[in-house]
């Protein structure tokens, strides 16, 4: 159950990772630099801001969404492997 969790956070950190770098490219060329930048510094709370005023980049910001679903997804099974090897 390990190795499906590890492949969950993987998985699950490409698509993070592939959904912030779309959101980066299309704050700088919708929003100007100010939108890129603020995009690669203060990412979570920048990404959604940026969705709402400009009207664009839904589709990378759900993708990150789902990013993050499925790594929390991955932390299950590696938890709860890892449960019995905890001193009681």
Not at 1 to 15: H, P, T, W
Not at 51 to 80: D, E, N, Q, R
Request: hydrophobic fraction near 60%.
């Amino acid at each position: 159950m390990e190795i499906l969790g590890f492949a969950a956070i993987g998985l699950g950190l490409l698509l993070m990772f592939i959904g912030w770098i779309w959101l980066i490219v299309s704050g700088f060329k919708t929003g100007g630099a100010l939108w890129g930048i603020l995009n690669i510094f203060f990412q979570p709370i920048t990404g959604i801001i940026f969705c709402f005023v400009h009207k664009t980049g839904w589709v990378p910001l759900i993708l990150m969404i789902i990013g993050i679903v499925i790594y929390s997804g991955g932390l299950i099974p590696i938890v709860m492997s890892n449960m019995d090897k905890i001193p009681q």
